[in-house]
């Protein structure tokens, strides 16, 4: 069989511990059911990136309930949300987990309209922590002002960098440097001296703080000083599919978006039981997985106008910096059902 040329698709941690136990003669009778499943189920490429906000993806997966409604999903593991977006548009992979940046997704729906449609986003905010600035555990700033001037990494991808800059800007840092960096290394950034601070995401605040190398300066960043409320939702990264699967499998799409509607039910009602699926999918294992703050998760058909007047606030921002080039309507890009 020929390689296919794509972006390296990792067994899930169970699936490791599977095979790992079988012995030679197990692996052929574990081989055997899979090939019946993989001829007889759709597939359907997933696309996630390693924050905590992809645990619905995540404790899906691990628990089954792709398999239960007798899909077969292939998980795909990618640096950034920007490539994740970038795949969908290109038919490598047919829908993102949540976590992917929702500007990320909305770039793509601008440049080749009705390709996305959004199932289910991720706010957070100062009480659903995802986002937040984090400095070294000894710098001496206490306000986000105190970072003017200074070096400040940023996530790659444009929705990190935009708003790393608008933070710091309405913040009252001017003069600041904006450095893109791969989020799995801001820790190590900050406590080498590279970076001054820098605009993350969970896990990596909580990474920081327990080894003692970073602290949060402010957390909730994006509802405080883009949206003009700590407690609004940020609508920042969400879980989608390409509009080709919907059209070309209804039926399949419909059972993946139950089934993972099941994975939301199931962070919603066991946090913590939903914490140990971050293992294996975020840089965090362990006892650690017990320290993330999680997201919040919307459902297609749970938003209500306000959420939507937020999300719509949102992407307002990136029309207003002309990253976007026409201005996107939220409720456009929505699953229906």
């Not at 040329?5 to 990792?10: A, E, G, N, S």
């Not at 003009?228 to 390409?242: I, R």
Request: hydrophobic share 45%; with cysteine; glycine share 12%.
């Amino acid at each position: 069989m020929a390689l296919s040329k794509k972006p390296l698709t990792l067994a899930t941690p169970a699936s490791r511990r599977q095979l790992l136990q079988a012995g030679a003669a197990g692996l052929a009778v574990l081989a055997a059911p899979a090939i019946v499943r993989a001829q007889g189920a759709p597939k359907i490429r997933i696309g996630y990136w390693p924050i905590a906000a992809g645990l619905p993806f995540y404790s899906a997966v691990e628990l089954g309930y792709f398999k239960a409604a007798g899909l077969d999903v292939e998980v795909q593991r990618y640096a950034g949300a920007q490539q994740i977006m970038e795949a969908m548009l290109a038919d490598r992979c047919d829908g993102s987990a949540n976590g992917t940046g929702s500007a990320n997704i909305a770039i793509g729906e601008i440049a080749a309209p009705g390709s996305f449609k959004i199932f289910c986003s991720n706010p957070s905010n100062v009480k659903n922590v995802l986002d937040q600035v984090l400095v070294p555990t000894a710098s001496t700033a206490k306000v986000m002002a105190d970072l003017k001037g200074k070096r400040v990494a940023s996530g790659p991808g444009i929705q990190n960098v935009t708003l790393a800059k608008a933070v710091l800007e309405r913040g009252g840092a001017t003069g600041a440097t904006v450095v893109e960096l791969p989020i799995g290394q801001h820790v190590a950034a900050l406590a080498a001296g590279q970076v001054d601070g820098c605009y993350t995401l969970e896990p990596t605040g909580t990474i920081g703080r327990l080894n003692g190398s970073t602290r949060v300066l402010e957390a909730g960043v994006i509802a405080k000083y883009v949206l003009g409320d700590p407690m609004a939702p940020w609508f920042g990264g969400s879980a989608s599919l390409t509009s080709a699967l919907i059209k070309k499998n209804p039926e399949a799409a419909k059972k993946f978006i139950g089934a993972y509607g099941q994975g939301v039910a199931f962070v919603r009602s066991k946090p913590a039981d939903a914490r140990q699926y971050l293992k294996g999918y975020t840089a965090i294992e362990g006892p650690l997985t017990g320290e993330v703050p999680l997201a919040a998760y919307t459902m297609y058909n749970e938003f209500t106008p306000g959420d939507i007047a937020y999300f719509q606030k949102f992407f307002d921002l990136f029309s207003d910096k002309g990253i976007f080039s026409s201005r996107l309507m939220v409720d456009s890009i929505l699953y229906k059902g």
